[in-house]
């Protein structure tokens, strides 16, 4: 098994406070659903597990730049600055995608009504997914320049 490699320089964004929740929480996600590839680590050439480490350092920079616990950021702070990858922009867009789904699965089969429950979840992934094209067209115009 081959694992992935950076294949892109960090490209620094500056974001809005609502941008760097979503991103937060988003990457989180990620460290918590893609850890797979931790269970074969030591089966791994050093290089490749160099590569992985990569990987989630991408992840966990991101972390670190907008602050793990949003009750501990100065509420004053109104912009983040982020490092962005190719990489972790793709784990980012799988994230995106599972938002799209995850919507998708949460919607009645018949025609009964949908619960506040659910209709807030669903509203809190449609903003984060809104808020996550924001950013990849933005991270597109930024490396494409």
Sequence with gaps: M???QRTHAPTTLVVDRQ?????RAEAKKIAMFEHDP????????PDAQHGLFQRYRDVFDLIDAVGCNPEKVDPDQETFEVPLTEDLINLLGLRRYDLAMSNADR?????EPISP?????IT?????????????????KATKA
């Design 38 to 45: 931790f269970e074969d680590l030591l089966d791994f050439s």
């Design 107 to 111: 919607l009645p089969d018949g025609i």
């Design 117 to 121: 429950e659910t209709l807030e979840a």
């Design 124 to 140: 809190h992934d449609r903003l984060a997914a809104q808020t996550l094209d924001r950013l990849f067209t933005t991270y597109n």
């Design 2 to 4: 081959s694992t992935p």
């Design 19 to 23: 941008t760097a929740d979503v991103l």
